[in-house]
């Protein structure tokens, strides 16, 4: 075996030395030599040739100007030449570097090879390595073989022949060996991660251990607390039986106390029941007997009550009989009052001092007045004080309202049947339509008057049944026109009744029948616009004519049949003022003369009913005319002069204070009543009285005894406030 081997490597180191010999001359290796010396040579060629061309263009250069000469030709085919040459260079070159390429690619394939002989080499040496040992071994294995005896022989030849078989099991076995102790380290590659994880468990079983005590621990002590708690609570609990056995006892107690009480106050309510009992049994006796008792007693009942009501018949009667008889007493009484207070009254008012007075010593006030008196005032004219009486003599201070209450007595008659005229006299701006219409937020007389109609009637409802009626009208130049009628420009004629009473009546006039204040607003206001969209100055106009509102109360006592009919004249008449007797010419004039006649003659008509004359000259102008049923018989008449406390008015105011004196005089007495008589003045005659004559008599002015006469009639005055 040995001999073969050695044979073997022999065998092989000469192969090896005929590749390496076979690697150094290859083809390719002398093809590249080859071809880089031919290169080389051709490289040198192009040199020289390169240096020709050099040569031949500096030639070029120094002969320049020779054409067609042989050189040129020469110098045409050698370029020729050149060029060519210079192509093969070219195509030289190329194949040049192809075969650089060819040369790069061989060398790169040789060093490969050369690697791979390396490898093969290196494993060769480790083969001889091996080989070389196992020839020890076997050496060594001979040399024992060899000491030992013949038997060996034929163990060795059995060996030779078992050898093959043995090298097979023996590399069998190797790699079997191999295989397990493989196997073993895998074992113990596993054994080793067992172990691991044993430890990791036990240390885990450790800590558990650990917990599990703890836990134990905890258990003992809350069981111990446990027991604790168990123990107190029961000892509690023994403890709240005990309290509540001991209240249930007290209380216990209690009940039996109540109960004896309970039983005790039973015994005493059994008596009271019994009386109860009782009662309820008579009462219901009662009951059953009340019906009758009902009746009997209702039976005596009507009868007293019958006999009641004939007993107040009888005396309604007997009353209404005396009712009747001081109803004419009243009557009686009403005219005596009337006649003794006369039933003609003339009350002052004087007028605040306006912005429309101006200022200076032109609105300086000239009227005072009596504090005890308040039927006297003082007028102050150029420098001499004249003194006034009338009636009643209000101050600027007076109010709308009580200046009405002064004539409310005089409205409410109109009731009872008699005929009232109020009258406003005075210069024009004294303020004659401030007293009878006022203004819208404090009404005059005319309002309050109808007003005042209005709640009386109310009033007497339960027995009367009255109507008022309303008309109005005025007088401009002794022409009547209706204010209230369609046709306000009609001239209207006043005419006596067919019937042969000797009663007025105007044809057309128109009536409203009103039953309540707004009733008379709209009327009010109806017969402005009348007068306004008549006009073109209704202030101008209103102080040349007189404005009548007349108010007829018609009244039915149901209860006696009696029928009354009374009516409210009121009069605002115009302006009094003298027209200067020079200056007025035309209709100015005529305006003038016509206010004149009127207002005179409404004097001489007043005069002559105060004087008891027996001819009464109503027919002297429209307006007496108009108002003769309301001025004579037991007519009532109030003339309300109106004045300016104005400097600058003074004559004026004069001359109204003179007009109401006379008219308040006349009735005094039969022997001034004479004396006035003769010497009743026109408004001419007024104008032409100075005021010097006036004051040197003071009050009264035309009586013989003025002193006398005032004396009479405040005492007069006095018996009227004490008699109510
Ligand atoms: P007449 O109608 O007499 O011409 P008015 O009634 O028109 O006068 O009055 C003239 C002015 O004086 C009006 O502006 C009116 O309001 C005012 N006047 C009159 N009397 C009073 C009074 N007693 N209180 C306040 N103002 C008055
Ligand atoms: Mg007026």
Redesign the pocket.
Known sequence: QVETLKAKLLEQAQEISRLRSELGGTDAEKHRDLLAAENERLRQEMKACEGELRELRRQQQQQAPCRDCPHLQENARLQEQLSQLQREAEETRAKLVELDLEVQQKTNRLAEVELRLKDSLAERAEEEERLSRRLRDSQETIANLKSQPQQIKYIIKTVEVESAKAKQALCETQSRNQYLQEQVGMQKQVLKEMEQQLQNCQKTEAQLRAQIMMYEAELERAHGQMLEEMQAMEEEKNHAIEEAFSRAQVEMKAVHENLAGVRTNLLTLQPALRTLTHDYNSLKRQVRDFPLLLQETLRSARAEISQAIEEVHSTNRELLRKYRRELQLRKKCHNELVRLKGNIRVFG?V??I?K?DGEGPEAANAVTFDADDDAVLHLLHKGKQVSFELDKVFP?QASQEEVFQEVQALVTSCIDGYNVCIFAY?Q????????MEG?AANPGINQRALQLLFSEVRGKAADWDYAITVSAAEIYNEALRDLLGKEPQEKLEIKLCPDGSGQLYVPGLTEFRVQSVEDINKVFEFGHVKRVTECTNL?EH??RSHALLIVTVRGLDRSTGLRTTGKLNLV?LA?SERVGRSGAEGSRLREAQHINKSLSALGDVIYALRSRQGHVPFRNSKLTYLLQDSLSGDSKTLMMV?VSPAEKNTSETLCSLKFAERVRSVELGPVSRKAELASWPSQEHLEGDSPGSAAPHGRGHASPSPGQLSSRSASIRRKLQTSG
Do not use: F, L, V
Request: proline share 9%; charged share 25%; no cysteine.
């Open positions: 008012r007028r605040p306006t429309e600027p005075g024009t701006g004294a303020g004659k339509t401030y007293t203004t202030n209103s102080s605002d302006g109106q």
